[in-house]
């Protein structure tokens, strides 16, 4: 025999029903059959809004008995047509029957948990007669009323079973039970005197688990609106899938944190009988659910992630505690007698102190409390006031193998501690089926995420990026995103989303990930952007390995640096301005990404896609010491240099590496030699070397009045007027059969950068078109410098680098 159980989301209309009886006919074709049936959907909660508006409002309270009744005859026009006189007449005298009660109630203006147990009852008492009466036509069914079997005291509300009186009933009553099917509700039962009782939160669950305890039953099947107990919420955790086994008391766990598909008191019955439980799904019956049993096999050694929400975590310590028996006595016998419920325990081994977790709705209860039970203590400074901590979640991650397997619960914390969720309280059972933290609530949804990708998405990485420009490097850094996903994926197993992008003017977000097809018209209809409510958007967002892009050269982007890297959010950056700056904000940041273990990359600071500054820090941190550096860091003066002679104009010549993505949107930066000495300046950092950018010598080549203009137009106007300039430095060099090159050099402590003359046998002779080429001279290089040469300017090759910065962090 088996039991099915289907819960008040299966029965919610007349269409869900007519899957539940089918479901129920298939059941039945091979053995015998005992269905527990909750309430229609929502209909218990209606009863008790009733009850409640009849004390104040009788009008009110009929309104809310109309609107139930109808559902009701509803169901029965679309499912009964043989025997609907008698369906009829009998729903009708139990409506009858709730109006009398509500008249009652507002005329005694009392309504007392007796009064409570006898409305809610109506909701089981009424769908376990109609399906029971639509079942018949379909197959051999008949209807029990739970109350004439299930046995107990006198707790109307939360009754207490007397397993000894209802397993006698239901033995007798399905002894001489001849139907194929019986239906029954759950939740209700009776007291010795026949007064209707009801079970409490889970009832109907826990009415299946005592028919298939006291019937012996070959398994109880829980049909729900999910596929099983999952792996986390999938509400929340978008990746979560069914459990296909698990054990008893893992399920326990799952459930006591918060896995909704059980309430863990209920299945104790199956479980004294070790009567196998499984969880289907009524809207895809196929799908084969979980299946909880005493020896599961084996799968992961973690079965799940749950959490509890609005938790308040109550802290009693001080050093008069230790030593002296019976605190914890005294803590949890107040709390006890306050029918105050802990969820969450633990204790220092000093004895200094005790946690305990509470509900927070309780908390302010269980301050005034402890803090009363303690007075005296308090009083003479043996123990500190009791302290409270609000805004609280438990997440808890179970699994019966766990304790077969080293080093979970450092994967657990080294997980969130890598994304910035911050441990309140540590609880582990010696039997390490389950390890719990306390945690901000505002982390919950992420940490879950987080613990899920740790344990069960091993093999896939998610990184979530937030984008900020989408010029040239932005929008080419987007396509290639775009172009790689599936390769991503499938060799590195990394799935990476952009969660939101910005340009000067919009922004837009998606917690889902924004489409990349449309990226534009998502930005287009945004919202208005500043940089404050970005960042304000990118931390409630507070997806795990997030990652903030800088695709700009603003310096008031690059100023929020900080804030993200605090956040533990990394930061990619194009922008030179951050690394740059003074000595003391460059420490301070590398300081701030070191302390919050969030990425701080910015390879491309220095000749775009090159690898220079990894390059440079693998030196550095194998234990070699840079000597001198040369360098030719300017993709974009390169090109300029390479192009001009006699035949061009200096003014053309600047334009075209305008147009092609060579220079900063400001073409001066480039030209002044700014750009070439932040970049020089940066390289004699990473190399273990304090130097300001005022430090580094610029011999610039451009004349007083175009470095004095404001404008690209004035600027390429200041051009065309000192062309003659320009052609007398080509000349000079081209006289000695030299070519001009902006060289960067760092050698002693000092940096310079230049126009210098280079003579054919140097290596930056040949440097053609936009390539930049730096030459180490190291300890290990002493003679023959290493040499990295290779396309140095660009948005195709940029937006590569950055992409390489992106990888390095998923890689980490």
């Not at 940490?447 to 990026?465: S, V, Y």
């Not at 950056?573 to 740059?580: F, M, S």
């Not at 930056?764 to 930049?772: A, H, R, T, W």
């Not at 730096?774 to 003679?783: C, G, I, K």
């Amino acid at each position: 025999m088996k039991v099915l159980k289907f819960g008040g989301s299966s029965v919610a209309n007349s269409e869900n029903i007519k899957k539940v009886l089918d479901i129920i006919s298939k059941a039945s074709k091979s053995q015998k059959v005992a269905v527990v049936v909750s309430a229609f959907g929502k209909t218990t909660n209606n009863l008790l809004a009733g009850a409640t508006e009849a004390l104040e409002d009788i009008e009110s309270a009929k309104k809310t008995l109309n609107s139930i009744k109808e559902v009701h005859f509803e169901v029965i026009d679309h499912l009964i047509i043989k025997n609907i006189k008698e369906v009829d007449k009998e729903v009708t005298y139990l409506f009858d029957r709730l109006a009398s009660i509500y008249s009652g109630i507002f005329l005694l203006q009392e309504l007392s948990d007796k009064t409570l147990a006898k409305v809610s009852s109506f909701g089981e008492r009424l769908s376990s007669y109609i399906i029971a009466n639509a079942a018949k036509e379909l197959f051999d069914a008949n209807h029990k009323e739970s109350r004439d079997l299930v046995i107990t005291n006198d707790d109307y509300l939360n009754a207490q079973v007397n397993f000894k009186a209802t397993n006698k009933n239901i033995i007798s009553f399905f002894k001489e039970n001849k139907h194929q099917v019986t239906i029954l509700g759950g939740f209700i039962s009776s007291n010795i005197e026949g007064e209707t009782t009801t079970l409490g939160r889970g009832g109907s669950d826990f009415t299946a688990s005592i028919y298939a305890a006291a019937l012996n039953a070959d398994e109880l099947q829980i049909w729900t609106d999910v596929s099983g107990m999952y792996t986390a919420n999938p509400r929340v955790v978008k990746q979560a899938y069914p459990i296909s086994e698990i054990s008893y008391e893992e399920a326990m766990e799952l459930s006591h944190f918060g896995a909704k598909v059980l309430y863990p008191p209920t299945i104790q019955p199956a479980l004294r009988k070790e009567i196998p439980i499984r969880i289907k799904n009524t809207f895809d019956p196929e799908s084969a659910g979980t299946l909880i049993c005493k020896h599961p096999e084996n799968g992961n050694e973690v079965k799940g992630i749950s959490h509890i929400e609005d938790i308040s975590l109550i802290t009693l310590e001080g050093g008069g505690m230790i030593g002296i028996p019976g605190f914890s006595k005294r803590l949890f016998e107040t709390l006890s007698l306050q029918k105050i419920n802990v969820v969450f325990i633990t204790q220092a081994s000093s004895e200094h102190s005790i946690c305990v977790g509470v509900y927070e709705n309780d908390a302010k209860k269980a301050k005034e409390l402890l803090d009363e039970t303690f007075s005296i203590e308090i009083d003479r400074k043996k123990i500190k006031p009791i302290i409270v901590e609000n805004d609280l979640a438990i997440i808890a991650v179970v699994g019966e193998s766990m304790k077969n397997h080293q080093g979970l619960s450092g994967q657990m914390f080294s997980a969130l501690g890598r994304n910035n969720v911050n441990i309140r309280a540590i609880a582990q059972g010696s039997s390490e089926k389950n390890i719990s933290a306390v945690i901000n609530k505002y982390n919950a949804k992420k940490a879950l995420n987080i613990l899920h990708e740790q344990f069960f998405e091993e093999r896939t990485k998610q990184l979530n990026l937030f984008v900020t420009g989408v010029g040239n490097v932005g929008e080419r850094f987007l396509a290639q995103l775009h172009q790689q996903k599936k390769f991503l994926k499938e060799n590195l197993k990394l799935n990476i989303r952009v969660i939101g992008i910005a340009n000067s003017r919009k922004m837009a977000f998606d917690n889902h990930g924004i489409d990349l097809n449309n990226w534009k018209e998502a930005l287009e209809n945004g919202e208005p952007t500043t940089l404050a409510l970005f960042y304000q958007k990118v931390k409630e967002a507070n997806h795990r390995n997030s990652v903030f892009i800088d695709n700009t050269a603003n310096q008031q982007v690059s100023e929020v640096y900080e804030s993200y890297l605090r956040d533990s959010i990394s930061v990619v950056t194009c922008n030179k301005i951050a690394c740059a700056s003074s000595f003391d904000n460059y420490k301070t940041l590398k300081h701030v990404s070191r302390k919050y273990n969030a990425s701080f990359l910015f390879e491309t600071n220095v000749g775009a896609g090159l690898p220079i500054i990894d390059t440079l820090k693998n030196l550095i941190n194998s234990g070699d010491r840079v000597q001198k550096i040369q360098a030719v860091l300017s993709g974009s003066l390169n090109f300029v240099f390479n192009n001009f002679n006699e035949n061009s104009t200096f003014h053309d010549v600047v334009a075209a590496a305008q147009k092609e993505g060579y220079t900063e949107p400001d073409p001066k930066i480039d030209l002044s030699g700014v750009d070439v000495a932040r970049k020089i300046l940066i390289l004699a950092r990473e190399s273990g070397y304090q130097l300001e950018l005022e430090d580094i010598a610029n011999n610039a080549f451009l004349p007083e009045d175009s470095l004095k203009t404001d404008t690209n137009d004035t600027f390429y106007a200041s051009l065309t007027k000192n062309e003659a300039h320009f052609q007398n430095i080509f000349k000079e060099a081209n006289d000695k059969e030299c070519r001009l090159k902006y060289v960067a050099e760092f050698v002693d402590g000092k940096a310079n950068v230049g126009l210098q003359h280079i003579p054919s046998d140097h290596p930056f002779y040949n440097l053609e078109g936009s390539d930049n080429i730096v030459l180490f001279f190291t300890d290990r290089y002493p003679e023959n410098p290493l040499i990295i040469k290779g396309a140095g300017a660009g948005a195709d090759v940029t937006a590569s680098g950055i992409f390489a910065d992106v990888i390095r962090i998923a890689n980490k």
